[in-house]
């Protein structure tokens, strides 16, 4: 246990330090800018799916909504909304990833006793998409986009706010799989 206390308080002694530099290095003046987004961006938590870096954006620039899987939730879509409505982003993306770990774990036949009742809400959304999906039969790959479709419809489908900017265009919807092999973006249709 104090192994592992030692690890994080290395790594937190780090971040701070990092944290100091940015500080120092971006100037900050006491000002605070506006939160003006360009787009509203629900993605999975997995720490190799930045969306602001994918993006190549700026701090500000993008509204991230971060959940395992990149499930539209009711919390994700109360975020979303407020993105859209209260912020005015006209563009809603849904992004997923290669390899993603909730999907494996969704896909799994055989889950960890411990894990799965917690993991059950996470997994929940995704396992609500694999009962419909005729091409996934296992394949990773074909579950996250799967998954991505399924949510950009989720969204499509919303009965609030969100759901009518959508459907009356005043917020545009588009959902992607970044490939962590090869960086590349491959849009997905909902």
């Keep these: 246990m104090s192994e592992r206390r030692g690890t994080a308080d290395a790594v937190w002694a780090e971040l701070v330090r990092r944290h100091d530099e940015h500080v120092a290095t971006h100037g900050y003046d006491g000002t605070v800018a506006d939160h003006n987004p360009v787009a509203a961006v629900l ?6 799916v930045p969306p602001s870096v994918l993006f190549g954006q700026d701090a500000g620039s993008l509204f991230v909504v971060r959940i395992a899987g990149s499930s539209a939730t009711a919390g994700a879509v109360a975020s979303l909304t407020f993105a859209v409505e209260r912020l005015g982003c006209p563009l809603v993306i849904v992004l997923g990833h290669t390899n993603c770990g909730a999907v494996r774990a969704a896909l799994d036949d055989s889950p960890d006793p411990v894990l799965a009742p917690v993991l059950a809400p996470i997994l ?17 790959d074909a579950a996250v986009a799967a998954n991505v479709a399924h949510n950009l419809r989720r969204l499509r489908r919303n009965r609030g706010p969100l759901g009518t900017a959508i459907a009356e265009g005043r917020a545009v919807l588009r959902g992607a799989v970044h490939d962590l092999a090869t960086g590349r973006l491959i849009e997905v249709a909902g």
């Design 43 to 48: 993605a999975c938590s997995d720490a190799r």
């Design 124 to 140: 929940a959304p995704i396992d609500e998409m694999l009962a419909a999906c005729r091409s996934c039969d296992g394949d990773l």
